[in-house]
């Protein structure tokens, strides 16, 4: 439930219509997130009930008797291994922020954009505005790519994403090709520094890239500025509650996924009394947001692709590799 937007839920809770059964039911699963989420506020303010359930209620992981099962002593094992927020909402249950979290401006419950939010008026000709990609390299790490989509008075919108470990940068491009088939071409493709990266990349996709400005704290305070709810109610940097084009990774368990989930898991560095300075954050789980950092600096700091070099547009196999088998565009896309 905590990966729904609001509206989404509300959505589901309406077709609860027929009849048919004595009652009807809807019923969340998730684990906590944090103390401002949409679905904690909704269940305070009673219009959910919560139920809360601990790891001993659950028989794949405990025995009727009390002892772990097996499976269980495995499972509590990894998990103990979390730490701060990750530990105490996924061991504890409980619905706390991460100490020091940098996007503390990100309110989820404004910034996520649910299906059928894309219906009002603006969100119209949404899949035609301008684009911009963002990549941030990676193979141990997750590879992850950001389609931005610019309205016509600057917001930006995540409108899809790769987020994904173990990935070939020319796999990766191969994939991008066929997801963004038929949309606006992006006006820039915005990457981290690395040259031979970069290069497969502008092979394979038969377009220039340019490099990302790398100012962390630059960067920080112009996605911050941008997620600050503006006159109109709403941030200036939005994302498509179903932006992440593929499953999440599994060998990511316990880490961010998406973008989404990087927002809320990058935190600042503390100093050695334990004290956060803001001065720093730290440099895990920052998968998601590097690459957001990018597309908000090409577009707030000015800066351009080079012209004048050419490219050719690399021809890819006629035998689909398998591994892009059941990538499909989403029918709501």
């Known amino acids: ?38 679905l904690k506020k909704a269940f305070e303010s009673g219009w959910c009930a919560r139920r809360p359930m ?30 701060g927020a990750q530990y105490r909402r996924n061991v504890d249950g409980e619905w706390v922020q991460a ?25 119209k000709g949404w899949n035609q505005w301008r684009r911009i990609w963002a990549v941030d390299f990676g193979y141990a790490h997750p590879f992850v790519w950001q389609e931005w989509a610019i309205d016509e008075d600057g917001g930006m919108v995540l409108v899809r994403e790769i987020y994904k470990t173990g990935l070939l940068v020319e796999d990766a ?13 992006p006006e820039a493709i915005v990457c981290d520094h690395d040259r031979e990266d970069r290069a497969t990349l502008e092979r394979h996709l038969g377009m220039p890239t340019v490099a990302a400005i790398k100012d962390v704290q ?4 112009a996605v911050q500025s941008r997620m600050a709810i503006g006159p109109r109610g709403r941030p200036r940097l939005m994302i498509f509650e179903h932006a992440l084009v593929h499953s999440p990774d599994e060998k990511l368990e316990g880490r961010a996924h998406c973008t989404t989930a990087s927002i809320d898991a990058y935190v600042w560095k503390k100093s ?30 000015g800066v351009r692709p080079p012209a004048e070099a050419s490219y ?18 989403p029918s709501w896309a």
């Open 1 to 38: 439930g905590t990966e729904c937007s609001r509206s989404t839920i509300e959505d589901i809770n309406g077709r609860l219509r027929y009849g048919v059964m004595p009652y009807q039911q809807l019923v969340i699963d998730c684990n906590p997130k944090g103390p401002q989420h949409w």
């Open 54 to 83: 601990r790891h001993r209620d659950n028989p794949w992981i405990y025995n009727r008797d009390g002892t772990l099962t097996r499976n269980g002593a495995a499972y509590l094992a990894r998990i103990k291994k979390y730490t």
């Open 99 to 123: 100490e020091g979290v940098v996007f503390d401006r990100w309110d989820s419950s404004a910034g996520i954009v649910s299906r059928s939010q894309l219906n009002e008026p603006r969100f």
């Open 173 to 185: 491009a191969r994939w991008i090709l066929r997801l963004t088939s038929g949309s606006p071409k």
């Open 218 to 221: 630059a960067g920080i305070d």
């Open 272 to 301: 050695a009394d334990g004290s956060i300075t803001k001065d720093e954050p730290v440099k895990d789980q920052d998968d998601g947001v590097d690459p957001m950092r990018y597309a908000v600096m090409y577009l707030d700091a």
């Open 312 to 329: 050719h547009v690399h021809e890819p196999d006629p035998v689909e590799d398998e591994m892009f088998g059941d990538v499909e565009e």
